[in-house]
Nanobody, 115 residues
Framework: QVQLVESGGGLVQAGGSLRLSCLAS???????MGWYRQTPGKQRELVAV???????IYVDSIEGRFTISTDNAKNTVYLQMNSLKPEDTGVYYC??????????WGQGTQVTVSS
C-alpha cells in the first residue's frame, strides 16, 4: 500500500507559477508516477507521467509549460507549472502505478488560475 499526499496548490494569476509536490509513504524508485487533473463535468485527465526509467510523457495542452520530476531520496514527485492559464484550473491528483498495474491516488490539491 502506498499513500500519497499532495501539496502546493492554490490561487494564482494567469502567467504565474506553482509547484505541486506529492509525498509517498514509501519508495517510489520502481513506480511510474503521474499527475492528473479533473475539472467539473469532465473526466480526470493525464497531465504528466514520469516512468521508473525516467521517461517523461506530457499531455499536448501543456505545451512545454510544465515539468515533472522526482526526488527518490525524498519519495517525492513534483510538477512545476509555469505560464499558467485559466484552463489549467482543476483538482490535481498524484498517481503511483506499480508494474503489475496496481494504482494509488492522492486526495488531490486544488489549483485555481484567475484571468
Amino acid at each position: 500500500q502506498v499513500q500519497l499526499v499532495e501539496s502546493g496548490g492554490g490561487l494564482v494569476q494567469a502567467g504565474g507559477s506553482l509547484r505541486l509536490s506529492c509525498l509517498a509513504s514509501g519508495s517510489i524508485f520502481s513506480l511510474n508516477m503521474g499527475w492528473y487533473r479533473q475539472t467539473p463535468g469532465k473526466q480526470r485527465e493525464l497531465v504528466a507521467v514520469i516512468t521508473s526509467a525516467g521517461s517523461r510523457i506530457y499531455v499536448d495542452s501543456i505545451e512545454g509549460r510544465f515539468t515533472i520530476s522526482t526526488d527518490n531520496a525524498k519519495n517525492t514527485v513534483y510538477l512545476q507549472m509555469n505560464s499558467l492559464k485559466p484552463e489549467d484550473t482543476g483538482v490535481y491528483y498524484c498517481n503511483a502505478r506499480r508494474r503489475d498495474g496496481t494504482e494509488y491516488w492522492g486526495q488531490g490539491t486544488q489549483v485555481t488560475v484567475s484571468s
